[in-house]
């Protein structure tokens, strides 16, 4: 159900925003908008104060308007209060999430609530609740000594109001914190949801009152200075004679200044002039003006001796470079105006300062008077030093960072002696204009008498339209040179995506094309851009260091610096020690000569991915903005050019995956195939090792029994031809035919046979077993020449002479090796594949030989030996024929083989090579054609790491 309370303050608010939005329209003055908008809130919220405060351009903020409830606290109108008090965290959210805050002291917590995302710039809808959490100690003790329990802070946040538009708050690059609009309350409070609606309606309105405000006093000052031109305009033509005089006292009145001069050069009809006004310095030596100090001197001219590579002597730039002992600056600035805030200070005119010890003069303005090519003299407003006082909430020392909260806010006040007042842009405007007009003035009061010198006038007018004709076709010829060379960029975008070839391109095209001493392009190494980078392509003349590959941990890039890099901005810069860096910057842009900067960044989809950076070495450079423009349209080629070589990256890399993923599945496979084949040998082996075994021990064991029951005999028989010599016919015959005599010479030979056979069989069977090695399934240490007799033996009836084939000889150079850690049935199947191999070279290379009726000798031979304290080496070589280099290359890839068809899977190698590799170790070939082969193993005497049989 509707509640009536807050219809009734829905209908409050609306009639008191409503109250206040004519007041905005019914007044221009900005104080008594802001006056009466600060008691009719706090009116209506019913707390102790409400206050506008406004931020200074040095940061630090005054209480501009201000209305209190009876005194419950102290007034802070006037009062300025220290850019520590809000940090610039804060500050930040206050533009670009325009946060509102809420404290309440009772419950320590603060209330936060943002009206825009602070990542999109984009309004939060619907608008979020206000949430709370704990209030800082420092918020807590700041408000406490201010005597507030609860307080309500909504940002005022403008646009740039030199566009002369009038538009809400946004997180467009000009958006500016203009100041806060702050309500207090000595006690507790809670505020709603409605009531910080109603503020921040109050602010939009007051944002539109002074932006309009902000604009009015834009045209008042213009306005002002056209009343002021006009007016010393009127005084210099009010006669037929130019009333100089009148003319310099209205124009130091105009400035508020308190001295000046107009200084006229002789020519060749007159002698100098000089007209004065108010308290003037001593004349210099010989009675001389001081306007005839050599070094004044020439500065007045030297506007008339530009030189052809853009240097002008003797102007303020280009002696300010000599004083500081760096290249002169080329390109000048247009203004010619001396703008002198501190006359003590300013290091040119050391010569000239004790000359006005005397007077209080403290700021010089000095407007040379020029017309065309001609110098007529100058104008000089000085300015009086002054004594400022400064009231402060609260003492504190305003060129040390605060500590802690302040204890107190009682007023303190700053007073500062002695001080320059500076000239403004505003001012320095004026004075060129009103430096027009003297100079036209004065010139026309000299024209009647220089009537000759109009000709040569006309031909300096011709001659400067000739300039100017032959610049504008020189801009023509830049402009359509710019568009040749962005388009081969483009072009060579389109024909590589090798980023390193694109990126060496522009920065050669470039660096050429404006004539610059360097390009680079710089890449972060993050996408934060916060932890360095470094340079990945540079085009640089070789008299200057070269950046390339040089690791720039930190580039001295302030926060500040790469939000606007972030926000596309562009960062020229024509004089690197007029820019405000801080001394990191220059001292990094000294390390690579840098005189004039511009730095365009680079975007990869919207991440700030690095930096296109033209640079200048020889001297200063004003960059112009065709240049810039043309730099900009060569950053977003590059940018696609970037999106485009991260997606063939992300093909190139999902290609090598799925590449990756087939050999896997290949040598899964071809390991399957090979240990099911393994496995069913190696049981099968067993298996028959363990059948055999059986019945062999068994007749093993029998014949010394047997041996022992034949002898016995033998012996009883020996007894019975001795005791009966004369045995019966029947017997004689029987072992007549039995050739007794050499059964009893023959069978102990035969029990020996019998013998030796068994122990034959016993050591096979041995073997056999041996090399299955079914029982040992996890790493072991192992004797590594058993495994190798074991294997050997295993292949002996290959290595025996058969089917014309003669034997091959094996020879062993066995080293003393330690026990070696390994799966010995893996490690006994490779060296069956090896040696397998090897006595198949050996027969294929002896059909090559029968062939041609000659007789090969097969030889293998086996080599051991530890070739450091952590390794051994095995080494398996044969008299084959020996393989070429191009089939070296593929012997351990899976299904490669160079046997015929339905002898050779190609496994073996692969399987073998994986095997080796699981045990940490190497396996390769050495091999000449006609010279045979050897095949290394190299693997550690103890594994690293305990492994599985099902890892291998």
Request: hydrophobic share 40%; net charge negative; proline share 4%.
């Given at each position: 159900?509707?509640?009536?309370?807050?219809?009734?303050?829905?209908?409050?608010?609306?009639?008191?925003?409503?109250?206040?939005?004519?007041?905005?329209?019914?007044?221009?003055?900005?104080?008594?908008?802001?006056?009466?908008?600060?008691?009719?809130?706090?009116?209506?919220?019913?707390?102790?104060?409400?206050?506008?405060?406004?931020?200074?351009?040095?940061?630090?903020?005054?209480?501009?308007?201000?209305?209190?409830?009876?005194?419950?606290?102290?007034s802070l109108l006037g009062l300025n209060f220290p850019a520590d008090d809000i940090p610039p965290y804060a500050r930040e959210l206050f533009v670009?999430?325009?946060?509102?805050?809420?404290?309440?002291?009772?419950?320590?917590?603060?209330?936060?609530?943002?009206?825009?995302?602070?990542?999109?710039?984009?309004?939060?809808?619907?608008?979020?609740?206000?949430?709370?959490?704990?209030?800082?100690?420092?918020?807590?003790?700041?408000?406490?000594?201010?005597?507030?329990?609860?307080?309500?802070?909504?940002?005022?946040?403008?646009?740039?109001?030199?566009?002369?538009?009038?538009?809400?708050?946004?997180?467009?690059?000009?958006?500016?914190?203009?100041?806060?609009?702050?309500?207090?309350?000595?006690?507790?409070?809670?505020?709603?949801?409605?009531?910080?609606?109603?503020?921040?309606?109050?602010?939009?309105?007051?944002?539109?009152?002074?932006?309009?405000?902000?604009?009015?006093?834009?045209?008042?000052?213009?306005?002002?200075?056209?009343?002021?031109?006009?007016?010393?305009?009127?005084?210099?033509?009010?006669?037929?004679?130019?009333?100089?005089?009148?003319?310099?006292?209205?124009?130091?009145?105009?400035?508020?200044?308190?001295?000046?001069?107009?200084?006229?050069?002789?020519?060749?009809?007159?002698?100098?002039?000089?007209?004065?006004?108010?308290?003037?310095?001593?004349?210099?030596?010989?009675?001389?003006?001081?306007?005839?100090?050599?070094?004044?001197?020439?500065?007045?001219?030297?506007?008339?001796?530009?030189?052809?590579?853009?240097?002008?002597?003797?102007?303020?730039?280009?002696?300010?470079?000599?004083?500081?002992?760096?290249?002169?600056?080329?390109?000048?600035?247009?203004?010619?105006?001396?703008?002198?805030?501190?006359?003590?200070?300013?290091?040119?005119?050391?010569?000239?300062?004790?000359?006005?010890?005397?007077?209080?003069?403290?700021?010089?303005?000095?407007?040379?008077?020029?017309?065309?090519?001609?110098?007529?003299?100058?104008?000089?407003?000085?300015?009086?030093?002054?004594?400022?006082?400064?009231?402060?909430?609260?003492?504190?020392?305003?060129?040390?960072?605060?500590?802690?909260?302040?204890?107190?806010?009682?007023?303190?006040?700053?007073?500062?002696?002695?001080?320059?007042?500076?000239?403004?842009?505003?001012?320095?405007?004026?004075?060129?204009?009103?430096?027009?007009?003297?100079?036209?003035?004065?010139?026309?009061?000299?024209?009647?008498?220089?009537?000759?010198?109009?000709?040569?006038?006309?031909?300096?007018?011709?001659?400067?339209?000739?300039?100017?004709?032959?610049?504008?076709?020189?801009?023509?010829?830049?402009?359509?040179?710019?568009?040749?060379?962005?388009?081969?960029?483009?072009?060579?975008?389109?024909?590589?995506?090798?980023?390193?070839?694109?990126?060496?391109?522009?920065?050669?095209?470039?660096?050429?094309?404006?004539?610059?001493?360097?390009?680079?392009?710089?890449?972060?190494?993050?996408?934060?851009?916060?932890?360095?980078?470094?340079?990945?392509?540079?085009?640089?003349?070789?008299?200057?260091?070269?950046?390339?590959?040089?690791?720039?941990?930190?580039?001295?890039?302030?926060?500040?610096?790469?939000?606007?890099?972030?926000?596309?901005?562009?960062?020229?810069?024509?004089?690197?020690?007029?820019?405000?860096?801080?001394?990191?910057?220059?001292?990094?842009?000294?390390?690579?000569?840098?005189?004039?900067?511009?730095?365009?960044?680079?975007?990869?989809?919207?991440?700030?991915?690095?930096?296109?950076?033209?640079?200048?070495?020889?001297?200063?450079?004003?960059?112009?903005?065709?240049?810039?423009?043309?730099?900009?349209?060569?950053?977003?080629?590059?940018?696609?050019?970037?999106?485009?070589?991260?997606?063939?990256?992300?093909?190139?890399?999902?290609?090598?995956?799925?590449?990756?993923?087939?050999?896997?599945?290949?040598?899964?496979?071809?390991?399957?195939?090979?240990?099911?084949?393994?496995?069913?040998?190696?049981?099968?082996?067993?298996?028959?090792?363990?059948?055999?075994?059986?019945?062999?021990?068994?007749?093993?064991?029998?014949?010394?029994?047997?041996?022992?029951?034949?002898?016995?005999?033998?012996?009883?028989?020996?007894?019975?031809?001795?005791?009966?010599?004369?045995?019966?016919?029947?017997?004689?015959?029987?072992?007549?035919?039995?050739?007794?005599?050499?059964?009893?010479?023959?069978?102990?030979?035969?029990?020996?046979?019998?013998?030796?056979?068994?122990?034959?069989?016993?050591?096979?069977?041995?073997?056999?077993?041996?090399?299955?090695?079914?029982?040992?399934?996890?790493?072991?240490?192992?004797?590594?020449?058993?495994?190798?007799?074991?294997?050997?033996?295993?292949?002996?009836?290959?290595?025996?002479?058969?089917?014309?084939?003669?034997?091959?000889?094996?020879?062993?150079?066995?080293?003393?090796?330690?026990?070696?850690?390994?799966?010995?049935?893996?490690?006994?199947?490779?060296?069956?594949?090896?040696?397998?191999?090897?006595?198949?070279?050996?027969?294929?290379?002896?059909?090559?030989?029968?062939?041609?009726?000659?007789?090969?000798?097969?030889?293998?031979?086996?080599?051991?030996?530890?070739?450091?304290?952590?390794?051994?080496?095995?080494?398996?070589?044969?008299?084959?024929?020996?393989?070429?280099?191009?089939?070296?290359?593929?012997?351990?890839?899976?299904?490669?083989?160079?046997?015929?068809?339905?002898?050779?899977?190609?496994?073996?190698?692969?399987?073998?090579?994986?095997?080796?590799?699981?045990?940490?170790?190497?396996?390769?070939?050495?091999?000449?054609?006609?010279?045979?082969?050897?095949f290394v193993i190299e693997i550690p005497i103890r594994q690293p790491v305990q492994k599985s049989m099902q890892s291998i």
């Amino acid at each position: 159900m509707h509640d009536p309370q807050d219809g009734q303050a829905t209908l409050t608010q609306e009639i008191l925003l409503h109250r206040i939005t004519n007041r905005i329209r019914q007044s221009l003055e900005l104080q008594e908008i802001l006056s009466v908008t600060v008691a009719e809130v706090r009116s209506y919220l019913g707390t102790d104060r409400v206050k506008i405060y406004q931020f200074s351009p040095d940061a630090h903020g005054v209480v501009i308007a201000e209305s209190i409830q009876d005194d419950r606290l102290p007034s802070l109108l006037g009062l300025n209060f220290p850019a520590d008090d809000i940090p610039p965290y804060a500050r930040e959210l206050f533009v670009r999430a325009r946060q509102r805050s809420v404290v309440d002291l009772i419950s320590h917590e603060i209330g936060i609530s943002p009206l825009t995302c602070p990542e999109t710039g984009k309004p939060i809808e619907p608008p979020q609740d206000i949430r709370y959490r704990p209030v800082d100690p420092c918020h807590v003790e700041y408000l406490t000594a201010m005597g507030v329990k609860s307080s309500v802070v909504v940002p005022i946040v403008l646009d740039d109001h030199e566009t002369g538009k009038n538009q809400l708050p946004s997180l467009a690059p000009s958006a500016q914190l203009w100041g806060l609009l702050v309500s207090h309350h000595a006690d507790t409070r809670v505020v709603t949801e409605a009531e910080l609606h109603f503020i921040q309606a109050v602010v939009d309105q007051m944002s539109v009152a002074i932006a309009q405000s902000i604009l009015l006093v834009q045209v008042r000052e213009q306005a002002q200075q056209q009343s002021v031109i006009n007016q010393v305009t009127a005084v210099l033509h009010a006669s037929p004679t130019v009333q100089l005089q009148a003319a310099l006292e209205a124009t130091v009145s105009a400035f508020q200044g308190s001295s000046g001069r107009i200084y006229l050069l002789a020519d060749s009809d007159q002698s100098s002039e000089l007209y004065l006004f108010g308290n003037q310095p001593k004349r210099l030596e010989r009675d001389r003006a001081i306007e005839e100090n050599y070094l004044w001197n020439r500065y007045l001219r030297s506007g008339v001796n530009l030189q052809p590579d853009g240097v002008k002597p003797w102007s303020v730039e280009w002696m300010r470079s000599v004083y500081e002992l760096k290249e002169p600056p080329q390109n000048s600035s247009d203004s010619d105006l001396w703008v002198i805030n501190d006359l003590y200070k300013e290091p040119l005119l050391r010569t000239i300062a004790p000359y006005f010890q005397d007077t209080q003069t403290r700021g010089l303005m000095i407007v040379p008077l020029r017309s065309g090519s001609e110098v007529l003299g100058c104008l000089t407003i000085g300015r009086d030093e002054v004594d400022t006082e400064i009231p402060w909430a609260g003492s504190h020392d305003p060129d040390t960072r605060q500590l802690m909260a302040r204890q107190s806010f009682e007023t303190w006040r700053q007073l500062k002696i002695g001080q320059a007042h500076p000239w403004t842009a505003g001012e320095t405007q004026l004075a060129q204009a009103l430096g027009e007009r003297f100079s036209n003035a004065i010139k026309q009061y000299r024209l009647h008498q220089q009537v000759q010198l109009f000709n040569i006038n006309l031909e300096q007018q011709v001659h400067t339209r000739t300039e100017e004709l032959q610049q504008s076709n020189k801009e023509l010829q830049q402009a359509f040179e710019q568009q040749k060379t962005l388009s081969k960029i483009i072009t060579k975008i389109r024909e590589s995506l090798e980023l390193d070839v694109i990126f060496r391109t522009v920065a050669t095209e470039i660096r050429q094309m404006l004539d610059v001493d360097r390009v680079l392009v710089y890449r972060f190494h993050s996408e934060t851009a916060c932890e360095g980078g470094a340079a990945v392509a540079e085009d640089v003349l070789p008299e200057f260091p070269a950046a390339l590959d040089v690791e720039i941990a930190d580039l001295c890039n302030s926060e500040g610096f790469i939000r606007k890099y972030r926000q596309g901005k562009i960062h020229a810069i024509s004089n690197v020690n007029e820019g405000g860096h801080d001394e990191c910057y220059l001292k990094m842009l000294a390390q690579f000569e840098i005189k004039a900067n511009l730095v365009v960044p680079l975007f990869r989809q919207d991440y700030l991915w690095g930096l296109l950076c033209i640079q200048q070495c020889r001297g200063y450079r004003d960059w112009q903005p065709s240049e810039i423009k043309f730099i900009g349209q060569i950053s977003e080629q590059l940018g696609v050019a970037l999106q485009h070589a991260t997606l063939l990256n992300q093909t190139r890399e999902q290609a090598q995956k799925l590449s990756e993923a087939i050999d896997y599945l290949k040598q899964t496979q071809s390991r399957l195939i090979q240990s099911e084949k393994m496995s069913s040998l190696g049981q099968l082996v067993a298996g028959v090792a363990h059948e055999i075994n059986n019945p062999v021990n068994f007749i093993y064991g029998n014949l010394t029994h047997m041996k022992n029951y034949v002898n016995q005999v033998l012996e009883l028989l020996q007894l019975y031809q001795k005791h009966y010599p004369e045995p019966h016919e029947a017997i004689l015959q029987q072992a007549e035919a039995t050739d007794l005599d050499f059964v009893i010479e023959d069978l102990p030979r035969l029990f020996s046979s019998l013998e030796v056979g068994a122990e034959r069989i016993r050591e096979i069977v041995l073997s056999l077993r041996n090399f299955s090695r079914l029982d040992q399934a996890e790493v072991k240490s192992v004797n590594i020449h058993e495994g190798i007799d074991s294997t050997l033996m295993i292949l002996q009836h290959r290595t025996k002479a058969n089917l014309g084939y003669g034997e091959i000889t094996i020879l062993k150079h066995y080293s003393e090796l330690p026990l070696v850690e390994c799966f010995a049935g893996q490690l006994n199947q490779v060296l069956m594949n090896l040696l397998s191999n090897a006595i198949d070279a050996i027969q294929e290379q002896r059909d090559r030989q029968l062939e041609s009726d000659l007789e090969l000798k097969g030889v293998i031979t086996l080599t051991t030996q530890q070739i450091d304290d952590d390794w051994i080496q095995i080494s398996i070589k044969d008299t084959g024929f020996g393989v070429s280099d191009d089939i070296k290359s593929k012997l351990f890839d899976p299904f490669f083989t160079t046997k015929p068809v339905g002898k050779g899977t190609g496994l073996g190698l692969s399987i073998s090579y994986q095997i080796i590799e699981k045990h940490s170790g190497k396996l390769w070939c050495r091999s000449q054609l006609g010279e045979g082969s050897e095949f290394v193993i190299e693997i550690p005497i103890r594994q690293p790491v305990q492994k599985s049989m099902q890892s291998i």
